[in-house]
């Protein structure tokens, strides 16, 4: 079988950005910022689940951790989101970005490059964070169960959708600065959406202008859910725990799906929006 | 090597490249000339892929850049005025990327081969950020020769290089060209074009208005070559015996000093110095002025623009003779 001479230039170059960019995450601080933030993160809820147990006498939970693992994930995982949304943004406002373009570079090998070494990058605060929760399990005697191994692998999943997410952001911003209002205005309307959806789907009476509100915010929560990434976090989290087959195979098919449909936009908007920097 | 058969750019109501045909020979280096906002970083950009032309095609290689661009651009080494570098990186980490990208083979060989060429070896571990503009320049350079390409594109190469920095590169250029490779050059600093370049292509207004090589520019450009003579003393029998010549289309006098303006491409200087020594002139010094390049490329934008402008625009009534 003859290999595809331009699919193994776009490998090659796809894995010199990767390589490149990895290195760059592990050197800078702001994955061991969020690192740290994640445990802190974690370990308060560890301590709130301690306080339970001490008012209740028991914790009515499957797994004690599983708070812990959510909050520091989803930590983990906006931060991926945040760092990706910089990513291109960064590239293409200081002009790096077109020089890589004059050479065997292209959108594809590009964004898959970054996409890869974000992932990397998340894999690598992996082995720290079940190390953490371990920890804090054998401290509390909370315990450590398989479950939550598999929980932080789904994580992984559900940090793929992020990061997704966030390049297909970057991809269409010319600054930093326009890529970190677009991540928080899209971030603060999926909140708002699901918020206001939570706030009127709870009042008693629901009629009229405020009845067709509700219905009109809950249709939107409902979207929200499907394109959310963070819900396919909750999603993943939530099936380890249950260990349902079902929910396991969901758990993992519609991340994937989610996160290459992503990354094809995120293609595509690096070829339409140009490599150029804004004021060229 | 390079061949744009109507390449055109148009952004929304302004056309930065009309219906540009140019043709760069294997080998050679082709000087693109042209005042700013001519169209010239439109048009390697185009070549580049980097913006797509609104018409017109690019062949490069003998392939259409639309077939492969991939493969082209692998083959292809780019310098543009600025470097956009990232400035946390060593100058090391930094090409290690792009042989990485590329796939150079001996990589840490290259890039300290290239790096001592030019000058840059002592600061191969600094980060770049610390780095001059003339540096940077370098950088971009080693860079873009790092995979050996047979094209080099380079866009201003010896901006905001110091005389030693400029000559280094012009040297690099040429040793590079010597080698074999083809290079397109662009540049405002028309001396360093006009020590480089074999050909070269005049840009105004988006439009080719010249192309070829310098000679043939200033044969197209001056039908009349200027001598300046200088006489032992004035001598108005000898003015009004060039005057009566049928090649001399003007003479000039300024005291001893005369300027004499001749047709046609056949060197007269034998035949103006029989003339003035019949007349009883006795010369001291005879030159032919030559146009430089620059005034080569003035007359032809103020060709171009006056062309353009239209008849009753005043710039029309005072342009050069563009033939």
């Not at chain 2, 370098?138 to 290089?161: C, F, M, N, T, Y």
């Not at chain 2, 003393?233 to 005369?258: D, M, N, Q, W």
């Amino acid at each position: 079988m003859t290999r595809d001479p331009r699919l193994a230039l776009r490998v090659r170059a796809a894995r010199a950005i990767a390589s490149r960019e990895l290195r760059e995450l592990l050197r800078t601080p702001d994955l061991y910022v969020a690192l740290g933030v994640a445990l802190t993160a974690a370990s308060l809820a560890v301590r709130s689940v301690l306080a339970e147990v001490a008012q209740e006498g028991l914790v009515a939970r499957a797994s004690p951790l599983y708070l812990p693992l959510f909050v520091a994930t989803v930590v983990l995982a906006f931060s991926a989101a945040t760092t990706s949304a910089v990513s291109i943004a960064r590239e293409r406002e200081s002009g790096t970005l077109e020089v890589l373009f004059y050479g065997p570079v292209d959108a594809a090998s590009y964004v898959v490059g970054k996409y890869v070494a974000q992932l990397l990058a998340y894999l690598a605060l992996c082995a720290p964070l079940a190390i953490s929760l371990a920890t804090y399990g054998w401290v509390t005697n909370l315990g450590f169960s398989a479950d939550l191994l598999t929980g932080i692998a789904l994580s992984v999943l559900a940090a793929a959708c992020t990061i997704a997410f966030g390049l297909l952001l970057s991809s269409v911003c010319g600054s930093i600065r326009d890529a970190i209002l677009l991540l928080v205005g899209v971030g603060l309307l999926l909140l708002g959406v699901q918020g206001g959806s939570w706030l009127l789907a709870g009042l008693p009476q629901r009629e009229g202008a405020l009845g067709v509100a509700a219905e009109t915010l809950a249709a939107a929560d409902r979207v929200v859910t499907l394109v959310s990434p963070y819900s396919y976090l909750d999603r993943g989290l939530q099936a380890a725990l249950l260990g349902d087959a079902a929910a396991y195979a969901i758990a993992f098919a519609s991340p994937l799906i989610y996160a290459a449909l992503l990354l094809g936009g995120a293609i595509w908007s690096v070829e339409w929006r140009g490599v150029r920097r804004n004021e060229e | 090597m390079i061949e744009t058969e109507a390449l055109t750019k148009r952004y929304r109501d302004v056309t930065a490249v009309t219906a540009l045909d140019l043709h760069v020979e294997a080998g050679e280096i082709y000087g693109f000339l042209g005042p700013n906002g001519a169209g010239k970083t439109t048009t390697i950009l185009m070549l580049l892929g980097i913006v797509a032309p609104t018409s017109g095609k690019i062949r490069m290689f003998g392939r259409e850049l639309d077939s492969d661009a991939f493969a082209i651009k692998r083959k292809v080494g780019v310098v543009c005025e600025i470097q956009f570098l990232y400035p946390h990186m060593t100058a090391e980490e930094y090409l290690g990327f792009f042989a990485e990208l590329y796939d150079v083979p001996g990589a840490r060989r290259r890039i300290f081969e290239l790096t001592e060429a030019l000058g840059l070896q002592d600061r191969l571990r600094s980060a770049v950020r610390g780095y001059s503009r003339g540096m940077q320049q370098k950088l971009g350079l080693a860079r873009a020769l790092l995979h050996d390409p047979p094209l080099l594109i380079l866009d201003e190469p010896v901006s905001g290089l110091d005389p030693v920095g400029t000559r280094e590169v012009r040297e690099l250029v040429l040793a590079e060209n010597a080698r074999g490779k083809t290079v397109f050059i662009s540049s405002h600093v028309l001396s360093e074009i006009e020590r480089t370049a074999h050909r070269v292509g005049v840009l105004c207004q988006g439009s080719l208005v010249a192309e070829g090589s310098l000679a043939d520019l200033r044969r197209r450009l001056e039908a009349t070559v200027r001598l300046e003579v200088e006489l032992q003393s004035s001598s108005p029998t000898a003015v009004a015996a060039l005057e009566t010549l049928p090649f001399v289309s003007e003479v000039r006098a300024e005291g001893r000093r005369l300027q004499v303006r001749v047709w046609g491409e056949r060197d007269h200087r034998a035949d103006v110095f029989a003339a003035l020594a019949g007349a009883g002139g006795v010369i001291v010094g005879m030159r032919a002025q030559e146009m430089s390049l620059e005034d080569a490329f003035l007359a032809l934008a103020t060709s171009h623009e006056s062309r353009v402008a239209g008849p009753e625009s005043p710039a029309a009534s005072s342009g050069a003779r563009d033939s």
